[in-house]
C-alpha cells in the first residue's frame, strides 16, 4: 500500500511539449506538496496546496500550475517545456495545520530534451 | 522567507566511526526542524526531528541537537554502519507553516566498511 504515489517515473520529451505528472496520497492527508529536486541534489518546494488555499513559491514560472480534483490528488502540469526543466519532482503530504512529516512520493524523473 | 545552510556537502568516515552534519537557519520564528535520508534514486524519508521547543532528542544511533540562539542544529550518527550511506537533508520550517519549509543543500555521507 503506497502511501503517495506518482505516475510515470520517468518522463522524456521534447522542449516547447506540455506534460502532466500525477500525485496521489492515501493518507488522507490535506495538504500536498511538490518539490523539485535538480542534478545538485537540491531540494526546493514548489507549491503547497490544500482544499483552501495554494502556495505558490515566488521563483516558480507560471508554466507550472498544480490541479487538485480532490484532496487525495495534487497534479502538476507543465507548459512548454524547457531544457532547465529536467529534474526529478516529487510529490509530498502531510496533515493540515503544520502537520510535521511530510511523506514523499518515488519521484518522477523529468528529461527535457 | 527562510534560508538553510548546510555543512559539510560531503563526508566520509570509516565502519563504527561517529558522524555529525550542521545546519543553520535564518528565521528566528522556526519551530521546526526534520531530517531525512535520501539513498540512491530513493525518495526522502524523514529519519528525525525536533521542535524549537526541545535541546536534543535522541532515536537509537541518531540525535538531533537544537541550539535556538546560535539558530543551528546537528545531526550526530554514532557507530555507522555502511547501510548509514546516503544523502542527508536538513529543513527548517519557517514562520509561514509547511509552505515554507526550506531544505539545505544536502549532505552525501559514505561509510567505508
Known amino acids: 500500500d503506497t502511501a503517495v504515489s506518482q505516475t510515470p517515473k520517468y518522463l522524456v520529451t521534447q522542449m516547447g511539449n506540455d506534460k502532466s505528472i500525477k500525485c496521489e496520497q492515501n493518507l488522507g492527508h490535506d495538504t500536498m506538496y511538490w518539490y523539485k529536486q535538480d542534478s545538485k541534489k537540491f531540494l526546493k518546494i514548489m507549491f503547497s496546496?490544500?482544499?483552501?488555499?495554494?502556495?505558490i513559491n515566488e521563483t516558480v514560472p507560471n508554466r507550472f500550475s498544480p490541479k487538485s480534483p480532490d484532496k487525495a490528488h495534487l497534479n502538476l502540469h507543465i507548459n512548454s517545456l524547457e531544457l532547465g526543466d529536467s529534474a526529478v519532482y516529487f510529490c509530498?503530504?502531510?496533515?493540515?495545520?503544520?502537520?510535521?512529516?511530510?511523506?514523499f512520493g518515488p519521484g518522477t524523473r523529468l528529461t527535457v530534451l | 522567507g527562510e534560508n538553510v545552510e548546510q555543512h559539510p556537502s560531503t563526508l566520509s568516515v570509516q565502519e563504527g566511526d561517529s558522524a555529525v552534519i550542521k545546519c543553520t537557519y535564518s528565521d528566528s520564528a522556526s519551530n521546526y526542524f526534520p531530517w531525512y535520508k535520501q539513498e540512491l534514486g530513493k525518495r526522502p524519508q524523514l529519519i528525525i526531528d525536533?521542535?524549537?521547543?526541545?535541546g536534543e532528542k535522541k532515536d537509537q544511533r541518531i540525535a538531533v541537537t537544537l541550539n535556538k540562539t546560535a539558530k543551528h542544529f546537528s545531526l550526530h550518527i554514532t557507530e555507522t554502519q555502511p547501510e548509514d550511506s546516503a544523502v542527508y537533508f536538513c529543513a527548517a520550517r519557517g514562520s509561514r507553516g509547511n509552505n515554507d519549509m526550506r531544505f539545505g543543500a544536502g549532505t552525501r555521507l559514505t561509510v567505508k566498511p
Open positions: 496546496y490544500n482544499n483552501k488555499e495554494l502556495i
Open positions: 525536533i521542535r524549537s521547543n526541545v
Open positions: 509530498a503530504s502531510s496533515r493540515i495545520g503544520g502537520g510535521d512529516e511530510q511523506f
